[in-house]
């Protein structure tokens, strides 16, 4: 079957809960983070480019303030195919504006799918065949294709999808409309959800035919979609900043969603990288570590002649980077956003951002 895939991939993004690593100018999917040599972003291009043909049908979007960002790890990448963004208002308008621009050139039946520039994908093969499975729903049913990632433990830090009635198979991947989506669950909610085998991380990868999601928009987010229509990237400072996921996802009736098993992160924050990392080590030394008796620690340091002497730690995250040194327990690793508003709150310590 004979179609143009457009993949765009959302780099717009602030990875706070990286920080200090992950600054205003350097954000997480500028980072590498696995020891690989490649940023997030760079990675993410990669397993992409075979999916698209090559350069001239990869596409970004980003926000201005790290674009040139972007034109240095991609130097690539076509600049008609980077889409700046004047300022971040999330994922809806981001989706909205890049599938007006896809539209404009391919037309709209091409396929388009949009991918988070900071995941962590395992295997490449099972991917490529989750994403030319969704193309094929896409391209055969008015749907919206969501790529859902089957739990192995109830996290309660993921959005969840419901599967509904079974729409088919499709490349062997078995395919369902969308039940329900549900925010982040508490505990007790999160293991109900992985004992009835009904439910799947919502990743926020998209798969769909732009004239579908145009289509839909008008309907549900025209005070969205309309404005960009009309004004393009002008429209961008009237906007109202929402996801995707509220915007559209949650309302429409075209929602399908493919369960998919390839291996998946969404580096959400330190402790990721001791689900990529660890093994069957007592830490994750990503720094020059000398300890004595810590365990369970995550350490980094972007200074490889900085060493790290611990003693007697156990479960803490110590990140050292120019002039901020953070040291957090790691179930607390989401309040590391309570810190960074502490910092905007305090014009002495903007440099820190």
């Keep these: 079957m004979s179609y143009t895939f457009v993949p765009v991939i959302l780099a717009g993004g602030k990875g706070e809960r990286f920080w200090p690593l992950s600054r205003r100018l350097r954000p997480k999917q500028f980072l590498c983070l696995d020891g690989s040599g490649r940023s997030l972003l760079q ?3 990669d397993r992409l480019l075979n999916l698209s043909g090559g350069w001239e049908n990869l596409w970004v979007i980003t926000s201005a303030l790290v674009a040139d960002v972007v034109r240095e790890q991609l130097p690539q990448l076509p600049e008609s195919n980077l889409l700046v963004e004047p300022e971040g208002k999330d994922t809806a308008p981001a989706v909205a504006w890049a599938t007006l621009e896809v539209a404009k050139r391919y037309g709209k039946d091409a396929v388009i799918g949009f991918f988070p520039a900071d995941h962590w994908i395992e295997n490449l093969a099972a991917f490529e065949k989750t994403i030319q499975a969704a193309s ?10 969501t790529l859902g990632i089957q739990p192995n433990y109830p996290s ?18 078995s395919v369902y409309r969308v039940s329900q989506f549900t925010e982040k669950p508490d505990s007790e909610k999160a293991a109900y959800f992985i004992e009835t085998g009904r439910f799947s991380w919502n990743s ?3 798969i769909f035919r732009a004239g579908v999601v145009l289509q839909e928009l008008h309907t549900y987010a025209p005070n969205i979609l309309q404005p960009l229509e009309e004004k393009g990237v002008d429209a961008y400072y009237e906007l109202e900043k929402k996801s995707i996921d509220y915007a559209l996802m949650e309302k429409t009736q075209l929602a399908y969603v493919l369960p998919a098993n390839f291996g998946w992160d969404d580096l959400g924050d330190w402790n990721a990288l001791e689900r990529l990392l660890k093994g069957e080590a007592k830490n994750v030394d990503l720094a020059r570590h000398l300890e004595l008796d810590t365990q369970g620690a ?9 060493v790290i002497v611990t003693i007697g730690l156990e479960n803490v995250v110590i990140v050292r980077d120019g002039n901020a040194t953070l040291i957090v327990a790691k179930e607390r690793t989401q309040d590391i956003k309570k810190v960074i508003q502490l910092i905007k709150d305090n014009p002495d310590l903007e440099q820190l951002l």
């Design 43 to 45: 990675s993410t291009s």
């Design 136 to 145: 094929e729903v896409a391209l055969t049913q008015e749907a919206i294709v």
């Design 156 to 173: 309660t830090g993921y959005g969840y999808i419901e599967q509904g009635e079974l729409q088919g198979e499709y490349g062997g991947i």
């Design 204 to 206: 926020g990868m998209f």
């Design 298 to 306: 995550i350490l980094y340091s972007s200074n490889p002649d900085e």
